[in-house]
């Protein structure tokens, strides 16, 4: 009994197939240039918050509307606890101990602000933005080399006063403050 030979040898239209599939996994298996890595020294991997200095002139916080400002205390404190609360989330650079660590955060805050955004017919403030400015130094320990340095660097959130939206000030400040946090390691972990 004969059986027939079967051509094994592909078609060119099949080569082209496979052609085009092996370019299509190359091209996934490079990537694009994106990385989920962060963009800090693969060396460097635990960081110390130096506790932030408060550099803010109280005499000079005023309102257009009210004669004392709203500022809360120790604002430089809670600065510290939430951006190292953030670092602990992220897990991208672990807080340690001044002498155990790879890198250190510094940081000053310099100004906080309060703006009204919005009126409504009475002529009162409906919505404000409220700003927390920080001067940074992100720096290696190991060589003391300052890896980045930024002036005015802000974080902020808008609330409402008045009306069915209306929050306290202080949860708005402690949105701003967890907001500023996040920009902090956000910038000590991207490309420098």
């Not at 060119?12 to 996994?25: D, I, M, N, Y």
């Not at 002529?123 to 720096?139: A, C, M």
């Not at 660097?153 to 402690?174: P, Q």
Request: hydrophobic fraction near 40%; glycine fraction near 4%; charged fraction near 25%.
């Amino acid at each position: 009994m004969t059986t027939s030979a079967v051509s094994l040898q592909p078609s060119a239209f099949s080569r082209t197939v496979v052609r085009r599939w092996l370019v299509a996994a190359c091209v996934l298996l490079c990537g694009c240039g994106y990385t989920t890595r962060p963009g800090i020294a693969s060396h460097l991997r635990t960081i110390y918050v130096k506790p932030f200095v408060n550099k803010i002139d109280l005499t000079r916080l005023t309102s257009n509307r009210e004669r004392f400002p709203i500022y809360r205390h120790q604002m430089e404190v809670d600065l510290t606890n939430e951006v190292i609360r953030r670092y602990q989330f992220t897990g991208l650079l672990r807080p340690a101990t001044p002498e155990r660590a790879d890198t250190r955060l510094e940081g000053e805050l310099v100004d906080f602000h309060r703006d009204a955004l919005r009126y409504n017919a009475s002529q009162q403030v409906e919505e404000w933005r409220l700003n927390i400015v920080v001067n940074l130094r992100f720096i290696e320990q190991k060589t003391q080399t300052t890896l980045w340095e930024e002036t005015g660097f802000t974080g902020d959130t808008t609330y409402f006063a008045l009306g069915a939206s209306a929050e306290s000030e202080s949860a708005a400040l402690s949105r701003a403050l967890t907001d500023l946090a996040h920009r902090i390691v956000e910038r000590s972990v991207e490309d420098w």
